[in-house]
């Protein structure tokens, strides 16, 4: 195989699913560094979004991209709702409770998205987009797309984190909540925009995987592990080891290919995760250990 083949049929979409899995991962991230809690519920909340984008854009007619704002808005909305009907009772008790009720969580948003959307497949653009070549490199444009949203997505959070009011509030809760709450924090408030912000960076990963595949009611479900597999290599509470964790794991799912066969490749997740957890717990950044 020369060095083009290797770049145009692995590394390209590996980085196109790297990018995907990194968002999902920083939401994780972010839903363990602030509720310390796993969300299973992760990759069904994206397919959420992924649907919501649908249904906004063929009710007003937008396009797609047009109507992912829209979509961000309401799967935060339906985050924060989950949050305040299942996971606020469970707040004082153990964390793995919580974290198992989130699996039951994951199950009633597919449930619903089945029941208003159906089972079968669907996608935001008809007819077959075909890659254009750019100096020797093969690419689509929705896949240039993904790749500079998902940049400017995880610029505008890094700077949201480190100039904005509430984003210094929701470090300063990840390092010690307590703390935090003796210096006038509003805890709940923000656990609220931490939803929010989840729901948003779901809602996102959900339409680019859809854009980039189909939309259909299980493929958040097939990004969860590669999602938290990506969190942990990363290390968790760490976003540039989310990013670096999402993109090693997309990178290593494409390559998986060289030596089994395509439909096992997101076993190579799983591999991953195990690596992780048994030779670098707190990954490779160095964050807290699920």
Partial sequence: MDISSFIN???????????????GAIGVTLVYAIMRHGHFAHGDLATFGAFMVLLFSASSGLSPYAALPIAAVAAGLMAIAI????YTHLRTLPKIITTISSLGVALMLRAVVQIFWGVNTLSYETGIARPE???????????VVTVVMVIGLVVAL?????????GKAMRAMSDNPDLASLCGIDNRKVIALTWMLVGALCAASGFFLGLNTQVKSLMGWNILLPTFAAAILGGVGRIEGAILGGLIVGICEEMSVLVIRSEYKVL??????????????????RGKVL
């Fill in 9 to 23: 049929f692995f590394l390209i979409p590996g980085i196109i699913l790297g990018s995907i899995y990194a968002l």
């Fill in 83 to 86: 949050d305040w009907l299942f």
């Fill in 133 to 143: 070549n750019w100096f020797g490199l093969r690419i689509k444009p929705h896949e």
């Fill in 158 to 166: 890094e700077i949201f984190l480190r100039h904005s009011k509430w």
């Fill in 268 to 285: 190579s997740g799983f591999v991953i995760l195990l690596l992780a957890l048994l030779i670098r717990p707190t990954g490779l950044f």
